[in-house]
């Protein structure tokens, strides 16, 4: 599959490895096309990485990887352009933390909207599903790293374009009964204000790598007494 | 240890039950002396039980448990006032959630700021520890219900109030080690921003009986290649 990552930080060049190690066809984009950091990311990976402007990357890729930063991410997409996003499948990773405050960030937009759905307004025929956000870089395309079986989480209003990310998530080493279908977007609001506690665990835990495994209940007829 | 159970709904009731159960001498307090839900629920528990209005029950109290709904634990503990309150362990297991535009809800409070940190400003001697909101009634008193150990978090200003709070979990069966300390009281703004999420997976599960176990990656030097 051809994919384009937006976004050159350290979410977006490790989710691009990983496509690239998987057989995918990489395109790295950033604002410029001479973005240092995309060029050294290509070379590295001759064959199937390129890099170029968002809108070169998006021009011809099957999926769109967001993994812009979250207060940025609406404008990278305003500078593909609707026409050049068309109905593409657009795996939101993105958080919309505001640093400028200081740490712990705050979010730019929170409890009745979230930014995959101001992504989806400003791109009606554009697909978006949320998913990844709630884990670092590294645990996102290497989750068996964990010692245990977690959680993965898709939201979006097109059943396809979830199929998509979901398979996509299993190449990835996700466990498919562990990947959990919360519905339509507007629960990228739980994903995305789930980051405050996420903050929180990486300051208790000491450590990024870490991931939440959902634990239900046994179902009543299988329940033990007690 | 004497206890105020402040709210008879489900939450207060299934609090007071365990607490009554583990031998705590409980006073479920509500808004009037003669509330039909806290006069029943005493006389189903003669003996360590007993009901009155918030402030009789805070009066002798060692422990204080908001069980309120979010959205009026202000004026409840504004009720008791500042003096009866005094420098009291209060748990706050209460969600700031509203419902007044339809479900799902919104947080009246979130981002910046937290019902737990309202509640500690206004009664600045009071020795507020979020706990327990990340759960359903039913988990909060039985985790071990659940197929494998789950997390349960607390967050607060002061350290012997976290540590009354850590031991009564203990007590209803949490384990100490998965009872994580999140640090100060904005902690308690992730851990009411987790409710939205919390919600979704209440619908993706079936169930409100879940929880989420914290998955660290194993310490580097114990982490496998590969």
Known sequence: MRV???????????????????????????????N????????????????????????????????????????V???????????????DVANPL????????R???????????????????ARVVKSLNTVTASVMVDPRALP???DMFVA??????KAVVTDLLVSLGWQRDHV?????LTAARGLEMYLPLWLRLLGATGSADFNVAVVPAPPPEGAAGG
């Open 4 to 34: 384009a990552v937006l976004g050159t930080g350290t979410v977006g060049q490790t989710l691009a490895d990983a496509l690239v190690g998987l057989g995918h066809d990489v395109v790295l984009g950033s604002r410029t096309s001479d």
């Open 36 to 75: 240092h950091a995309a060029t050294s990311w290509a070379q590295r990976h001759p064959g199937r990485a390129s890099h170029g402007t968002f809108a070169d990357a998006v021009r011809d890729a099957e999926l769109v990887v967001n993994a812009t930063a979250g207060t940025a991410s609406l404008s």
């Open 77 to 91: 997409l305003e500078s593909v352009g609707a026409d050049v996003l068309g109905d593409r499948v657009v795996l």
């Open 98 to 105: 505001d640093f400028s405050q200081g740490f712990p960030p």
């Open 107 to 125: 979010l730019s937009v929170c409890n009745d909207d979230s930014l995959a759905e101001q992504l989806q307004r400003a791109f009606p025929r």
């Open 148 to 150: 245990a079986p977690t």
């Open 156 to 161: 979006g209003e097109d059943a396809d374009a």
């Open 180 to 184: 959990r279908d919360l519905g339509d």
